[in-house]
RNA sequence: GGCCCGUUGGUCAAGCGGCCUAAGACACCGCCCUUUCACGGCGGUAACGCGGGUUCGAAUCCCGCACGGGUCACCA
């Protein structure tokens, strides 16, 4: 059987964007179940509308998501360049071609011409098309033309037929009819290669077997269908991917707020969520399965007929679930890693004090990521591990701090805990305890000052997991510093 | 506007003519666990867009309508 040969094919025109990684990751998956290649190449043949930094940017973001190419950029490959700009000779090659054997032909029109031309038809409520009167131009006009100066367009010279038909694996045969198309461009008049001219030219050059992308390239299809024919290649298979909506089910774009991967990964994202959660957008595993699963899961199982037709909205809520389980499944180490960058940009902790709390920094980990959904959470999480406490939370101060006795049920708190010799979960649990039960008060009137006292918060981790972590000298500190306060709050509160 | 694609709960989705008085997951609600918040466990609310056919039988096939999306560039 023939080798399975699919690409991705962005333009860098700005971040990649999340259908766009959809896109890569499904081609991803296409190509290792097929045990084929996944070619990266990049569209940059309209200089307009590049971003410097682009490609660097959309590279990163495959990798971060483990998109691995096996030909591209930064990899090279049997089939390169693999940048269209540096691919000009190819289309050059075979634009002349179509004109050479008359499939193809210059176009001189000026661009008011056919605007004028455009105008008339909708007044007369025809199909905005071209009318295609260059076709007829004469050899030695067009010579003469070109040896003035003028600088053409190339169109290619639609058949006559009825239909064209597109065979989609995920859609089934679509049909076009014939007048749906005017003679398009296929160069443009600067030389450059229009988009589905390219595409054809490229596609059929790196041998690609099977062109998997978004749903917004079906209606394009039967026109690159049309190159195909004109230049005597082989039609690869074609598999158009449903478009991801925002939630107003409209196209998305920068004002639904995070879209591009960078985004998900600034707002403290693991890329085995986000790659997970994008498997799910068209995909469903098998109830074995579950849906906690990595694209390289899937692998084994993936199959373009078995992808949904149908527009996914992307849901924000799902895939900061999905975080959070990869957050308390990650192995504590890798986590230390993907969250030590928020703790510093957060200013939590300093780039040394990052080098030297290591263990300190895992057992924080450790206690606190059951509870938060992101990175960034648990940074939030961890400040009061690393920092200290600037203030009670306010709605705890009157609720836990403004009982009368409370600085003195602190205190004794203090001593006890002082007493407490291997500063274990289990060790401060029973000093409480013992101290709880002695003084016949309920567990939560002791209990939920402390924890206001030692974190500044009224949600924390277990009590006695927070103490241990934090250890005897801080947990002392803080319930000292806390009963001074208490002391300080009620006497002000008195006097008004 | 023409053409194309799509339409199962709020969201992702299973379903490919009888197993469907429609699975699962997220979200939501309740209960349990519990020192708080989560986690976890148990339970619950909630869907086949509408109208015609075909068939003994339709979420599943066909047609029409409605709605949503895409596309009609010297953008990709």
Not at 359 to 383: C, F, G, H, P, Q
Request: net charge neutral; with cysteine.
């Amino acid at each position: 059987m023939e080798e399975v040969r699919v690409r991705f094919a962005p333009s860098p025109t700005g971040y990649l964007h999340i259908g766009g990684a959809r896109t890569a990751l499904f081609n991803w998956l296409f190509a290792r179940r097929n045990s084929g290649k996944l070619v990266l190449r990049i569209e940059d043949t309209d200089s307009d509308r590049l971003k410097e930094d682009s490609v660097a940017q959309i590279l990163s973001s495959l990798r971060w998501l483990g998109v691995d190419w096996d030909e591209g950029p930064e990899k090279g490959g049997d089939f390169g360049p693999y940048y269209q700009s540096q691919r000009q000779e190819f289309y050059t090659a075979a634009a002349k071609t179509l004109v050479e054997e008359g499939k193809a032909y210059y176009c001189f029109c000026s661009e008011e011409e056919l605007a004028k031309e455009r105008e008339e038809r909708r007044r007369e409520g025809l199909p905005l098309l071209y009318s295609g009167k260059c076709r007829s131009l004469a050899a030695n006009e067009v010579r003469e033309r070109l040896r003035q100066g003028l600088k053409p367009v190339i169109r290619l010279k639609v058949p006559n037929r009825d239909r064209v038909l597109v065979k989609d694996i995920i859609r089934g045969t679509v049909s076009f009819a014939r007048d749906q198309f005017d003679d398009f461009i296929i160069v443009k008049s600067n030389g450059l290669p229009a988009y589905n001219f390219a595409c054809v030219v490229d596609d059929h050059a790196m041998q690609i077997s099977h062109v998997i992308r978004a749903e917004e390239h079906l209606s394009n299809t039967p026109k690159q269908q049309l190159i195909y024919e004109a230049l005597g290649y082989e039609i690869p298979q074609f598999a158009h991917l449903s478009m991801i909506l925002a939630p107003d089910r409209s196209k998305l774009s920068k004002r639904h707020g995070a879209t591009s991967v960078s985004e998900f990964k600034e707002m403290g994202c693991l890329p085995e969520a986000v790659a997970n959660y994008l498997t799910l957008l068209g995909w469903s595993p098998t109830e074995e399965q579950g849906e906690i699963i990595s694209p390289a899961e899937v692998v084994s199982s993936f199959s373009l007929e078995k992808v949904s037709k149908t527009a996914a909205i992307y849901d924000l809520q799902k895939l900061f679930w999905l975080n959070g389980r990869y957050i308390t499944d990650y192995d504590l180490e890798k986590l230390a890693f993907q969250a030590v960058p928020f703790l510093l940009r957060e200013g939590i902790l300093s780039p040394l004090e990052a080098e030297q709390n290591q263990e300190y920094i895992l057992s924080v980990l450790r206690t606190v990521r059951d509870r938060v959904k992101t990175l960034r959470e648990l940074a939030e999480a961890s400040r009061y591990f690393f920092r200290d406490i600037e203030g009670y939370e306010e709605k705890g101060q009157e609720k836990y701090f403004g009982r009368p006795g409370v600085a003195d049920l602190l205190a004794r708190g203090r001593e006890r805990l002082a007493g407490v010799e291997v500063f274990t979960a289990e060790n401060t649990e029973r000093a409480y305890r013992d101290l709880i039960a002695e003084l016949a008060i309920k567990g939560g009137q002791l209990i939920h000052p402390t924890r206001l006292a030692l974190t500044g918060r009224t949600v924390s981790p277990g009590l006695f997991e927070v103490m241990a972590v934090l250890g005897r000298e801080r947990c002392l500190d803080r319930l000292e510093q806390a009963v001074k306060f208490i002391r300080l709050y009620n006497a002000e509160k008195e006097k008004t």
